[in-house]
C-alpha cells in the first residue's frame, strides 16, 4: 500500500456538469460509482503519482458525442481530515483532460464528504503494489 498527502485545491469545475452525463455510462459499467456524489474533489498531491495499472478503464464512452473518452479508475481510501476515518473512494482520469499528465495532481470520487474545503489536507491510500523512483520532468 501507498499513502500520499494532498491538499484539495480547485479544478476546472467542470466535473458538477460532466459528471451528471458521465455517471450513468460510469454506474452501468461499475455499478459501485452509485454512491459516488455529482462532483469531484482535486489534489495537490505531496508526491508525483504515475499510474500505469488502473483497476478499470472504459471502452470509449459517448457522453460528449462520437467517438467517446476513455476513463481509468483506481480503487483508494480516502482519509478525511488526516487521523480520521477513511473512506471508499476512486481516482477519476478521464484521460482527454488537460490534467491528465499532471502527475502531482489527482481528481477523487467518493460520497459527499462533510466539512472539505480547498486548503483541507487529505491522505489517499492505495492498496496496491507501487514502485518508487525520482522523476525529473523538464
Given at each position: 500500500m501507498v499513502s500520499i498527502d494532498g491538499?484539495?485545491?480547485p479544478g476546472l469545475g467542470a466535473a458538477r456538469k460532466t459528471l451528471k452525463l458521465q455517471m450513468p455510462y460510469f454506474v452501468n459499467l461499475l455499478p459501485e460509482l452509485q454512491a459516488c456524489y455529482l462532483g469531484s474533489i482535486n489534489f495537490h498531491l505531496q508526491y508525483a503519482l504515475r499510474i500505469e495499472n488502473p483497476d478499470y478503464t472504459t471502452p470509449p464512452i459517448p457522453w460528449a458525442g462520437p467517438p467517446g473518452e476513455l476513463f481509468s479508475f483506481v480503487r483508494i481510501s480516502l482519509e478525511f481530515p488526516i487521523g480520521g476515518?477513511?473512506?471508499?473512494a476512486w481516482i477519476y482520469i478521464p484521460h482527454d483532460s488537460p490534467h491528465f499528465h499532471k502527475f502531482f495532481q489527482a481528481e477523487v470520487l467518493s460520497k459527499y464528504v462533510e466539512g472539505?474545503?480547498?486548503g483541507?489536507?487529505?491522505r489517499i491510500h492505495i492498496p496496491r503494489e507501487h514502485s518508487e523512483s525520482t522523476l525529473i520532468v523538464v
Open positions: 491538499e484539495v485545491i476515518e477513511t473512506q471508499s472539505i474545503s480547498y483541507s489536507m487529505c
